[in-house]
């Protein structure tokens, strides 16, 4: 049978953070609620977590101050487990969760996004594709009901993991994401010079960011000129930066400066950009003091995104000391961020005061 566990002042959810990220994803739980009880689900990436406090709370601190790690968390108010139905069978959880779902008043003539995943050893043994379309087969007879992929009102997100199966009905706001575990995805497209791209369409999606509405931009760490491209593409001019050498492909257009040369030896005119973006691979620190003395050369309210690699085993230290030194220098960080495309870096999306 199936059982509501979200009893105040508990609340349980399935949290999401990037491949390996999953304990800093913990530990900001834990330092904004206190005590967490956390399960495992795919090591490293997903768990459920039980927290003590009321679902309505934990969102409401949450939109307050948003997570850095945590990519995507769906409140599990129903829940299956192999052990509280016998032990051994996996059958029935499918009828149970259709027969919850089709008793929930809010689906009825909604736009409904069905979201499944699963773990490798999980109890279903089809693809989460599979689980979808079972699940919407199950629940077709809820009426004028129209399910979509994109832009829901409602999401139905659903977890098979080992021994137990998780979901909950959400506004996708309350997600963090609309989109399946914070997985965003955007098509590669032809000539695409780097997968870097993905990360400025990501923070345009994800802070909204309306870059198209800047008009100079400073490129630092430019090359191979994902973000360049992307800038052009947007109607910027652009100034790019780099030691190494920018796609052909970009330099014949009439908006870009290219300038091959190392970040710390170049000079601007004062607040010359609107907009600044820096993806370096460099040491954070040195990249953040590098930075930080070429903002004389944006205008103050101009919006600044940088992205800082993470190479230590003490990364929220790392960013609240990459924070500071930003600080310092008058931005104001409006959201840091592990972006779904971000490897082993963040990005923060800042705006100089
Ligand atoms: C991850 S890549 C940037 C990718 C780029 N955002 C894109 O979309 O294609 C990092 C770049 O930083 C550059 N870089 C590192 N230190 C630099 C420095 N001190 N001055 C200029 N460029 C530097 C490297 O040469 C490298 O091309």
């Known amino acids: 049978m199936a059982k509501h566990s979200s009893e105040p002042p508990h609340s349980k959810w399935v949290c999401t953070a990037n491949h390996g990220f999953a304990p800093y994803a913990q530990e900001e739980l834990r330092r904004e609620f206190g005590s967490v ?7 490293g990436e997903v768990f459920v977590a039980t927290l003590q406090v009321t679902a309505e709370d934990v969102l409401h601190q949450i939109e307050a101050k948003p997570p850095i790690f945590m990519r995507h968390m769906f409140l599990a108010d129903w829940e299956w487990s192999t052990e509280e139905h016998g032990g051994g069978g996996n059958e029935g959880w499918e009828e149970a969760l259709s027969k919850m779902l089709l008793a929930d008043f809010r689906l009825p003539g909604a736009r409904v ?3 499944t995943r699963k773990s490798e050893d999980s109890l279903w043994s089809g693809t989460a594709a599979e689980m979808k ?19 829901a009102e ?3 997100s659903v977890f098979a993991g080992k021994g137990s199966v998780f979901a909950g009905v959400a506004r996708p706001q309350d997600n963090l994401s609309d989109w399946n575990g ?11 010079i780097s997968r870097a791209k993905f990360k400025l369409l990501e923070a345009e999606a994800n802070f909204g960011i309306p870059f198209a509405s800047f008009h100079e931009a400073l490129d630092i760490g430019a090359a191979p000129g ?14 790019a930066i780099d030691t190494a050498k920018l796609h052909p492909s970009l330099l014949s257009s009439p908006k870009l400066t290219f300038l091959q040369r190392n970040a710390d030896s170049v000079k601007f005119k004062e607040n010359q950009f609107d907009l600044l973006v820096c993806d370096m691979s460099w040491s954070p620190k040195l990249t953040a003091r590098l930075v930080s003395q070429l903002l004389y050369a944006l205008v103050p309210g101009g919006t ?3 992205t800082v690699k993470l190479l230590t085993k003490k990364p929220m230290a790392l960013i609240h000391e990459v924070i500071d030194i930003f600080e ?11 972006l779904f495309h971000n490897r082993d870096e963040i990005t923060l999306y800042m705006i100089k005061y």
Request: aromatic fraction near 8%; avoid cysteine; charge should be positive.
């Open 113 to 115: 996004a069905i979201q």
């Open 328 to 338: 310092d220098a008058r931005m104001q960080v409006q959201r840091a961020k592990q």
């Open 304 to 306: 600044a995104i940088v």
């Open 154 to 156: 409602w999401i139905i």
């Open 182 to 192: 914070g997985a965003i995805r955007f098509q590669k497209e032809e000539g695409q």
């Open 133 to 151: 379309d079972k699940l919407q087969e199950g629940i077709s007879k809820l009426e004028g009901t129209e399910f979509v992929v994109r832009d």
């Open 226 to 239: 994902g973000w360049t491209s992307f800038l052009l593409e947007r109607g910027l001019k652009v100034t």
């Open 37 to 43: 009880k956390s399960t495992m689900l795919i090591p």
